[in-house]
């Protein structure tokens, strides 16, 4: 019996030395860039601040993938916004967690 485990660990994210740049790049093409890229640009700035004074990628790289992510998946968010479904009847999240309390 084998003491190796049966899969390979996950590596953690990194993205590509240019992936920044070009992230920059599509969101100033994309329709929301009025806000989207001062907020990109903000958070970045944060996490840069941070890595300079941990040594730490990790927060520069979770910048770049959350903003990966929200670029990927603004269409469907845009789709949804234009089915007219009613939404009416939802819930504000802070006044249920203010139930909680």
Do not use: K, N
């Not at 084998?2 to 599509?26: F, K, M, N, T």
């Not at 958070?43 to 790289?61: I, K, P």
């Amino acid at each position: 019996m084998s003491a190796q485990p049966d899969h390979a660990p996950v590596p953690p994210y990194a993205p590509a030395p240019g992936a920044p740049a070009e992230l920059l790049a599509r969101l100033c093409a994309d329709r929301r860039a009025d806000s989207w890229v001062p907020a990109f640009e903000r958070e970045w700035a944060a996490a840069l601040e941070v890595s300079g004074r941990t040594f730490s990628l990790g927060g520069l790289y979770a910048v770049v993938q959350d903003w990966q992510g929200r670029l990927a998946h603004a269409p469907a968010v845009d789709a949804f916004a234009a089915s007219g479904y009613d939404d009416s009847e939802t819930i504000d999240m802070a006044e249920l967690r203010g139930r909680r309390r």
